[in-house]
């Protein structure tokens, strides 16, 4: 039923990205996740024979216990990915202990393709330290992951990432994700940053042939639009090469996120929208079971992505891309889910 978890370490993080989901939460050092928290729901994922659990943030490498995190995770013989900046691993020693630890992979978020940009969208400047930390994950062989996201800052040089990742990291794979809004509290939408879906579609599907040519065809699109928008026969083209992924766990319902606190999350964008609590709500399997079954939760998931437009009710490939992520269209899901 469940396949994945994401834990959410802390909200600490030394980059300010414009567009990021949890700007809300003001970074505050004091929402971080207690260690007993942590050993706590990795022991319930195990109940629930979660596949792979997801360490995000704020900047996860951050938490002060974040190596015994690894280890218990380990223990239990669960799959981890660590959601990051990166910025840390420019510690040769840091990233020694992760090769040491085998804990599984990095999901590296390249922010920037060059030193003024990095500064403009962080608000640090730290581009040589990343390029560092690109160094000493290829020095180490750790498992790894890249990805950027398409923003109003990126999306007029994104052959420049894939450019920076054929020199910095040959042989590895790009992933482009779409940016989201950011939603605060009660209903606060934050667009600045979120390329209209016209530009977008029009600019990557011109881009892609380069895209993919530069990385030798290690290049995917995290598709979260309404496969419609697209270019006709751009997404097929995808799909045939492998370089598409879409949807999200709301879709499938076999994901969950905790807070820093242990409050259970539809989506980490919607920080002040918990639906549950660990602890209170459930704790153990059966408990949970019940509570994930209740006919009432259910309703609320499927408003999340009730038919957005008219022609998504007829549409082939809706379950597929679900009329695209409901943040894009987060007006009409919070005045049904309210």
Not at 168 to 183: D, E, Q, T, V, W
Not at 294 to 314: A, G, Q
């Amino acid at each position: 039923m469940i396949t994945g978890m994401w834990l959410t370490l802390n909200r600490a993080c030394n980059f300010r990205c414009p567009w990021c989901y949890a700007q809300n939460t003001e970074y505050e050092k004091n929402k971080t996740m207690s260690l007993d928290l942590a050993q706590q729901l990795i022991k319930f994922a195990k109940l629930m024979d979660v596949k792979t659990i997801l360490l995000i943030g704020g900047e996860p490498t951050y938490h002060p216990h974040i190596i015994e995190i690894l280890e218990l995770i380990k223990r239990q013989k669960i799959y981890t990915t660590i959601v990051t900046n990166g910025y840390r691993l420019h510690d040769k020693n840091f990233a020694k202990e992760l090769k040491n630890l085998n804990h599984g992979a990095l999901g590296f978020s390249i922010k920037a393709a060059n030193r003024e940009q990095h500064k403009e969208l962080t608000g640090t400047d730290t581009f040589e330290e990343i390029l560092e930390a690109m160094a000493n994950i290829r020095e180490a062989k750790l498992k790894v992951g890249y990805t950027t996201v398409i923003s109003r800052g990126t999306i007029d040089n994104l052959e420049e990432f894939a450019y920076m990742l054929k020199k910095h990291a040959p042989g590895k794979s790009l992933r482009y994700s779409l940016c989201n809004p950011a939603i605060s509290n009660p209903g606060i939408i934050n667009r600045d940053y979120v390329v209209p879906a016209k530009e977008i579609t029009r600019k990557v599907a011109a881009k892609w042939g380069l895209l993919s040519e530069i990385l030798e065809c290690r290049v995917r699109l995290e598709q979260s639009l309404p496969q419609c928008v697209w270019p006709v026969g751009f997404i097929d083209m995808l799909k045939k090469k492998k370089q598409v992924s879409f949807g999200c766990h709301i879709m499938s319902r076999k994901g969950m996120i905790f807070d820093t606190e242990g409050k259970l999350l539809v989506c980490n964008s919607l920080t002040d929208y918990p639906i549950a609590e660990f602890g209170k709500t459930f704790d153990d399997k059966e408990s949970f079971e019940k509570f994930w079954e209740n006919e009432e939760l259910k309703d609320l998931y499927k408003k999340f992505y009730e038919y957005p437009m008219l022609k998504c009710e007829t549409c082939d490939v809706y379950s597929e891309c679900g009329g695209g992520c409901p943040l894009k269209h987060f007006e009409k899901v919070n005045s049904k889910v309210k």
